[in-house]
Structure formats: structure tokens, C-alpha cells
């Protein structure tokens, strides 16, 4: 088939950012497909810029977009996408089927144009439950706006050939609108078990960014946004400033770069370090030498149905994972011993048990082996891979 995907964040392992996509596409390809990607491209020359990337045909747009953008601008962004997207997909010939990845929601709309102009059949795949995210996170609060994304969501649902959910929770919330059970399917994350793993600490990184080999190293690395709950973690980092052994290190992009820096102006508040924003080599390798890595979410129901990548990558490397939602994260973490639970709404119930852990090196060891077995038996992108592939190619069109 010639497949057309469409994702506005498709990102390489070069480059920073989840790369879902880009495995997906592999496979497919693999499987004797031709894929062509849309994707958005900020730093783009011209309007329309197409490449081949490892054999993918990839359509960049030139949109402005940044995380720091006001909600307004955001919007603004996701709709000239989605124009000019459509735009694009309407001019592509001998497209036998759509895949079409969220966020935003506004990404099925191109697929929907196609389905019903031209007949061409589309995958959905949910990453967030859109308009529910915004709505709970107080973005979208216009009661007209909120009935007309909800009623956008439940078309999309409803005209897609298949529904591909990250998550039990957005399966569920999949579900709850009304789609076939049928016609669902629940594809996580995926874990990257040759780009994160554990092994000797590269010492002259750690001495390139001025880090001591000395402490107990406590890594957050992916988005700074407003939904990651930033502001938990400095306040718990902010009860054991008085602690010389525990270091707080972050990595990534958003609007929580501004309140590390922020933190880190108070008077004897030194624990905490904004590294910058890597590619996946780099920041595998930051990761590497970290003892604990953070998933973190605002305690709101709609997040605990997240599907970080973070925390598969987490897992590849071996490292114990801290979560702070109690959805279906809370339930792996436990039930497979490869981290702990802690309460949202308690930086103090943080602290403590962050302390505990940084105590038992035995404990830790363990629980990374663990992350490293689930990792490589569960969630492997080659594992999961083919599972998206098969969907692909058992549904109907």
C-alpha cells in the first residue's frame, strides 16, 4: 500500500523528541509499504520542503510552533497546520490509506477530508485524549468550543477503519465514546532497548557539564510543560536542599525551564540543574550515569492515562522509575518492582521516599533489573512495531 501518515511532531533519533513515528514507519516499510509522512518543519526555507529520511518520504511544513507559545498562538499554529496539511494530503496521488497520530486532534482532520472526498480509508492514533486533556488542564473552557471538539472527537472515533490507544486509560476513554470494541486496539509506548541501556558512566560528559560523580543523581528528561508537574518536583527537590547527596537534573523543553531558573536564584537552593535539550544520544548517555528517573503528571484524572515515552525509555535503561499518577503507570511500576508510587499532592511524601531509595543500592539494583526485563520482553519497539504493522495490515479497506 501506499501509506500517508500524518504526525505534526514526526522526529528522528537525531533530533530531540519522541520518535513513535519514525519506528513505525520502518516496519512498515519492511513490510513492503510506501510511506509518506507530513510533519511539521519551523525551520524550513521554504512553505513545502520534502526529503527522504532512511527511506521514509517525508513532507515538512513551515509552521511556527514552540511550547512556550500562549494558548491562543498554539491554537493559532494547530490550525494552520491542519490547513495546510490537508492541502498537501488532497495532493498526493495513489494514497491507498491514512495513519493519522495525535496530538493535537485537529491531525484528523486532513484524514477525514480524504475519507469522505476520496474514499481513502485512515488509522487514528490516540497519544492523548483530545479535548479532554485541554479541557481538565483549563485551555479549553468555552462551552460551545468544548461540544464542538467533543462532537469532532466522537466523528473521528467514528469514521476511522481502526483506533489504535497508548494507553488502557485512552482505550477506555476510546470506548466511552461510543467506538466498536472491535475496532480498537491498545499499543503503548514503545522502550528503545539499543539507544537506552545500561553501561559504563561516560565520565567525560559528566565533567563537560560540571556534574559530580560523587551524588545520587535523580534525572527528569522530556517535556517542561505545563501537565509535567515541574512545580512538585522543585518543591520536593526544595525539601532536601539541605541534603549535599541528592542532585535534581533536567533535560528538555517548555515553560518548566523558566521556574528551574526561577528556583535556582533563591539563596542556597543548589540542588537542582537545567542541562539544556538533547538528541536521543546524548541524552541516553545522561541518563546512564543518573541513579532515579521522574515520570511526573498535575495529579488531574486525564493524565493518569498517559503514555509517556520517557518512562519506556526509563525501563530500557534500567533505572527505577518515580511516578506520581495513580493510573495505569502506578500499576506497572508496582506490580513489576521497578519503582515507586508517590503522592501528588505530597512533595514530602516525595522527599522521603526518595531519601530511602538513595539509601539502598541494593534495592535500586534490583528494581533496575527489573525496568531492564520488562523493557526487553514487553514493550520493545521491534516487538511493538509489528504489532502496529499487523493492525495496518488486517484492516479493511
Same mark, same amino acid.
Given at each position: 500500500?501506499?501509506i500517508?501518515?500524518?504526525h505534526q511532531?514526526?522526529?528522528?533519533?537525531d533530533?530531540?523528541g519522541?520518535?513513535?513515528?519514525?519506528?513505525?514507519?520502518?516496519e512498515l516499510l519492511?513490510?513492503?509499504?510506501?510511506?509518506?509522512?507530513?510533519?511539521l518543519?519551523k525551520n524550513?526555507?521554504?512553505?513545502?520542503?520534502?526529503?527522504?529520511?532512511d527511506?521514509?518520504d517525508?513532507?515538512y511544513?513551515?509552521?511556527?510552533?514552540s511550547?512556550?507559545?500562549?494558548?491562543?498562538s498554539?491554537?493559532?499554529s494547530?490550525?494552520?497546520f491542519?490547513v495546510?496539511?490537508t492541502y498537501?494530503?488532497m495532493?498526493?496521488?495513489?494514497?491507498?490509506?491514512?495513519i493519522?497520530?495525535?496530538?493535537?486532534?485537529?491531525i484528523?482532520?486532513?484524514?477525514?477530508?480524504?475519507k469522505k472526498?476520496k474514499?481513502?480509508?485512515y488509522?487514528?492514533?490516540?497519544r492523548?485524549?483530545?479535548?479532554?486533556?485541554?479541557?481538565q488542564?483549563?485551555g479549553l473552557?468555552?462551552?460551545t468550543?468544548?461540544?464542538?471538539?467533543?462532537?469532532?472527537?466522537?466523528?473521528?472515533?467514528?469514521?476511522a477503519?481502526?483506533?489504535?490507544?497508548?494507553?488502557?486509560?485512552?482505550?477506555?476513554?476510546?470506548?466511552?465514546?461510543?467506538?466498536?470494541?472491535?475496532k480498537?486496539s491498545?499499543?503503548p509506548?514503545?522502550a528503545?532497548?539499543?539507544a537506552?541501556?545500561?553501561?559504563?558512566?561516560?565520565?567525560?560528559?559528566?565533567?563537560?557539564?560540571?556534574?559530580?560523580?560523587?551524588?545520587?543523581?535523580?534525572i527528569?528528561f522530556?517535556?517542561?510543560g505545563k501537565?509535567?508537574a515541574?512545580?512538585?518536583i522543585?518543591e520536593?527537590?526544595?525539601?532536601?536542599?539541605?541534603n549535599?547527596?541528592?542532585?535534581f537534573?533536567f533535560?528538555?523543553?517548555?515553560?518548566?525551564t523558566?521556574?528551574?531558573? !526561577?528556583?535556582? &536564584? #533563591?539563596?542556597g537552593?543548589? $540542588?537542582?540543574?537545567?542541562?539544556? %535539550?538533547? +538528541?536521543? @544520544?546524548?541524552?541516553?548517555?545522561v541518563?546512564?550515569?543518573?541513579?532515579?528517573s521522574l515520570?511526573?503528571f498535575?495529579?488531574?484524572?486525564?493524565?493518569?492515562?498517559n503514555s509517556?515515552n520517557?518512562?519506556?525509555?526509563s525501563?530500557s535503561?534500567?533505572?527505577?522509575?518515580?511516578?506520581?499518577? !495513580?493510573?495505569? &503507570? #502506578?500499576?506497572?511500576?508496582? $506490580?513489576n518492582k521497578?519503582?515507586? %508510587?508517590v +503522592?501528588? @499532592?505530597s512533595p514530602?511524601d516525595?522527599a522521603?521516599?526518595l531519601?530511602?531509595?538513595s539509601?539502598?543500592q541494593e534495592?535500586?539494583?534490583?528494581?533496575g533489573?527489573n525496568?531492564?526485563?520488562?523493557?526487553?520482553?514487553?514493550y520493545?519497539?521491534t516487538?511493538?512495531?509489528k504489532q502496529?504493522?499487523?493492525?495496518?495490515? #488486517?484492516?479493511?479497506i
Open positions: 500500500m501506499n500517508l501518515y500524518l511532531y514526526f522526529t528522528t533519533p533530533q530531540p519522541g520518535t513513535r513515528s519514525y519506528w513505525n514507519s520502518l519492511k513490510h513492503g509499504h510506501k510511506v509518506t509522512v507530513i510533519s518543519g524550513n526555507i521554504k512553505k513545502f520542503e520534502r526529503k527522504t529520511v527511506g521514509i517525508v513532507i511544513v513551515r509552521v511556527p510552533y511550547q512556550t507559545m500562549s494558548i491562543a498554539r491554537l493559532k494547530f490550525l494552520h491542519m495546510f496539511s498537501l494530503a495532493k498526493e496521488k495513489n494514497i491507498d490509506f491514512v493519522a497520530t495525535s496530538t493535537p486532534l485537529t484528523g482532520f486532513p484524514a477525514l477530508v480524504l472526498i474514499k481513502i480509508p488509522l487514528f492514533e490516540v492523548d485524549l483530545w479535548p479532554e486533556v485541554p479541557i488542564m483549563g473552557n468555552n462551552k468550543a468544548i461540544k464542538f471538539a467533543k462532537w469532532f472527537e466522537r466523528t473521528i472515533y467514528k469514521n477503519s481502526h483506533v489504535i490507544a497508548l494507553s488502557p486509560g485512552m482505550e477506555d476513554g476510546v470506548l466511552q465514546e461510543n467506538t466498536p470494541k472491535q480498537v491498545m499499543i509506548n514503545m528503545k532497548i539499543d537506552f541501556w545500561s553501561r559504563e558512566p561516560d565520565y567525560a560528559l559528566m565533567k563537560d557539564l560540571n556534574i559530580s560523580q560523587d551524588t545520587f543523581k535523580v527528569y522530556g517535556a517542561l501537565a509535567n515541574i512545580e512538585y522543585l520536593s527537590a526544595a525539601l532536601l536542599k539541605e549535599k547527596t541528592i542532585e537534573l533535560i528538555g523543553s517548555g515553560p518548566g523558566a521556574l528551574i531558573e !526561577a528556583y535556582n &536564584t #533563591k539563596e537552593y543548589n $540542588n537542582v540543574r537545567y542541562l539544556g %535539550f538533547f +538528541n536521543m @544520544e546524548k541524552t541516553s548517555e541518563v546512564n550515569f543518573c541513579d532515579v515520570v511526573t498535575k495529579n488531574l484524572p486525564i493524565l493518569a492515562t509517556p520517557k518512562l519506556f525509555d525501563l535503561a534500567e533505572k527505577p522509575i518515580i511516578v506520581n499518577s !495513580a493510573g495505569w &503507570t #502506578k500499576d506497572l511500576v508496582e $506490580n521497578c519503582g515507586i %508510587f +503522592n501528588p @499532592e514530602q516525595f522521603d521516599k531519601t530511602l531509595l539509601q539502598n534495592n535500586l539494583k534490583v528494581m533489573k525496568s531492564r526485563k520488562l523493557a526487553e520482553t514487553v520493545d519497539k516487538l511493538l512495531c502496529f504493522a499487523e493492525v495496518v495490515n #488486517k484492516v479493511k
